[in-house]
């Protein structure tokens, strides 16, 4: 199996919905293949998470770090549109 072949399956994969001659190929390529075992990985990483779609509080130190970030950039930006020369 290819990356690219992997990349198809990866979907029924995670699903558990491949046929097992396919499945068994797949395993032994990401058995091999860091690159394939880290996005298959990943993946199945990210669906967990979204499935379980519970909301997670920050703490309080890092929602006000994070969102002194995001409107400091958001002032820069704007900032940035103003200063920019308008084609005449």
């Known amino acids: 199996m290819t990356c690219k072949?992997?990349?198809k399956e990866l979907?029924?994969?995670l699903d558990g919905t491949i046929d097992d001659r396919t499945r068994s190929e797949l395993e032994d390529h990401l058995n091999w293949?860091?690159?394939c075992?880290?996005?298959c990985n990943t993946t199945k990483m990210t669906v967990e998470i979204y499935?379980?779609?519970r909301l997670y509080e920050l703490p309080e130190k890092l929602r006000t770090s994070l969102e002194n970030a995001i409107?400091?950039?958001c002032r820069?930006?704007?900032k940035q549109k103003k200063e920019r020369p308008r084609n005449a």
Do not use: A, G, N, P
């Open 5 to 7: 072949e992997l990349l």
């Open 11 to 13: 979907t029924d994969y």
């Open 33 to 35: 293949c860091h690159d």
């Open 37 to 39: 075992f880290v996005i």
């Open 51 to 53: 499935r379980d779609s």
């Open 71 to 73: 409107l400091k950039k």
């Open 76 to 78: 820069q930006k704007e």
